[in-house]
């Protein structure tokens, strides 16, 4: 399978930790409800799942904000929930009320029944892929994804999301061999998924471990963490002669970061909590030597705040982690501009264009002056 050649690397560069003429950007949920094109085709689909599910829906609402703003990254249109949906859980969403699945995996007759899915019940997905690929013809990088196995295990035990992980937490504590046996399949499960991925045309994966820091320090390490790294220790690193970097975010996941950095991927996601200039010096590595490129991490409310404070916000976090790696013969600290976690339904899109200008627009002034 051929593409066209890619035109903005920018982002592929960050993440490898090699110099950028500026600080590329996406943001998570780009592809969302805070745009009335995307609401409009999602009324034409009918359901959340009848969008992602649909090939040309998937595509056309993946491209919508690149329509509008000059990001430096597109990511596919999904959900972290199709794989435990493959699994047979199934998966509904009502509108307004997130998602749901219609068997819970709380004993053991439940993970007995537990198998890595046929990743044919998720060609919608691979096929999504490569339609979007095509569809960018070489603008900007595709990013695929997954939950990680610790998150995507909290919604299969709780049936759906939670506010105080009662559920997984307590099968956790009394039975750790089940949840043990949970997460091991959901980290197949995971690295195959994201392999498919691959194989059908992302540039980049990143993991979603959006409930790793609702742990317990040691718990994190021992059912989140490690098997993270048992996902990125069977992902492919490069395809079609193209390296493939891997992208790990755990929110709430900065007081471990020291520990993260032994992890087998290129780039750390961080949150709005993260101070940037500590977790450079925590992960991001010397010029020429191992490190972490960094992503992140505005807090999405400011988008809610005026242009001009958008914009004193978008620098204070640029400052934040200094000037990037500049020297284009060497590897060295890099950033890559994001939200500390998915952006608001509510958000005012001429508060993203105010973001994305200001990024753009003062990461290339600090390289000049640098």
């Not at 943001?27 to 409009?40: D, I, S, V």
């Not at 990088?141 to 937490?169: H, N, Q």
């Not at 195959?192 to 993991?207: D, F, K, P, R, S």
């Not at 508060?351 to 200001?358: F, W």
Request: with cysteine; net charge neutral; proline share 5%.
């Amino acid at each position: 399978m051929s593409f066209a050649p890619l035109q903005n690397d920018t982002f592929l560069r960050a993440c490898l930790r090699q110099a950028t003429e500026h600080t590329p950007l996406w943001l998570m949920r780009q592809a969302g409800r805070y745009l009335p094109e995307y609401r409009a085709t999602r009324a034409k689909a009918g359901s959340f799942m009848g969008l992602a599910t649909n090939v040309d829906y998937a595509t056309e609402v993946t491209l919508q904000p690149l329509e509008r703003f000059p990001l430096d990254a597109a990511i596919l249109f999904s959900d972290i929930l199709t794989v435990p949906d493959a699994m047979g859980l199934g998966l509904s969403f009502a509108l307004g009320e997130g998602p749901k699945f219609a068997h819970k995996v709380r004993d053991e007759a439940a993970v007995d029944a537990l198998a890595v899915p046929d990743m044919d019940k998720l060609r919608y997905v691979f096929d999504a892929v490569t339609s979007i690929r095509k569809a960018l013809n070489g603008r900007v990088p595709l990013i695929g994804f997954s939950g990680s196995p610790w998150t995507l295990a909290c919604y299969m035990v709780e049936g759906g999301g939670s506010d105080d992980y009662r559920a997984v937490k307590s099968l956790m504590y009394s039975r750790p061999d089940l949840m043990h046996r949970i997460l091991a399949t959901n980290a197949d499960a995971v690295a195959l998924y994201l392999n498919t991925q691959i194989e059908a045309g992302a540039q980049a994966v990143m993991v979603f471990d959006s409930w790793g820091g609702v742990l317990a320090d040691g718990n994190f390490q021992t059912f989140s963490m490690a098997y993270t790294r048992r996902v990125l220790d069977q992902l492919k690193t490069e395809h079609n002669g193209a390296t493939i970097p891997r992208i790990v975010f755990t929110k709430g996941g900065g007081l471990w970061l020291d520990e993260m950095k032994q992890l087998p991927c290129e780039v750390l996601g961080v949150d709005w909590t993260v101070n940037l200039s500590k977790a450079r010096r925590a992960v991001g590595g010397d010029v020429g030597g191992p490190g972490k490129a960094l992503q992140g991490n505005l807090d999405p409310n400011v988008l809610f705040a005026s242009p001009e404070q958008i914009q004193a916000e978008a620098v204070r976090v640029l400052e934040s982690f200094g000037l990037p790696h500049t020297d284009r013969a060497t590897s060295g600290p890099t950033h890559i501009f994001n939200l500390g976690h998915g952006i608001s339904q509510f958000t005012p899109p001429e508060s993203v264009a105010a973001l994305v200008e200001a990024v753009h627009g003062h990461s290339k002034k600090m390289r000049l002056m640098a």
